[in-house]
């Protein structure tokens, strides 16, 4: 007998019921932080550019902070690599743009 018979068979195509929302927490919060995203990429395309970036900034610095409290097995699409690689990382963009709408000048048009 191999091994192959001696394992369950895999469940059909059919049979598996498509998932459609996130299973963790940190799923929730990842679709919370993208939403803000796009959010400001939509205040950038139609309000300033300056406001867009500082919601992108916020949502940056949000998606780090959850990345830092929530549990690595209730983390879900916020982890992906080592906790504090991606606070570091995320918390770093999130905060260069908001320091870049904040001391870029205003030009003339």
């Known amino acids: 007998m191999t091994v192959s018979e001696t394992e369950p068979p895999l469940p059909a195509e059919d049979d598996a019921a ?3 929302y996130p299973s963790t927490i940190g799923g929730v919060l990842y679709l919370l932080a993208l939403a803000a995203v796009v959010a400001g ?4 395309f139609f309000d300033g550019w300056r406001s867009g970036v500082r919601w992108i900034g916020g949502a ?3 998606a780090a902070a959850c990345r830092l409290l929530v ?4 983390a879900g699409m ?7 690689l991606d606070v ?20 003339p048009l």
């Open 18 to 20: 498509p998932r459609r």
């Open 41 to 44: 990429v939509c205040v950038a």
């Open 60 to 62: 940056l610095l949000f």
């Open 71 to 74: 549990p690595r097995g209730q």
């Open 78 to 84: 916020l982890a992906v690599r080592s906790r504090w």
């Open 88 to 107: 570091l990382m995320v918390a770093g963009v999130g905060g260069l743009l908001l320091l870049l709408a904040r001391s870029i000048p205003n030009q």
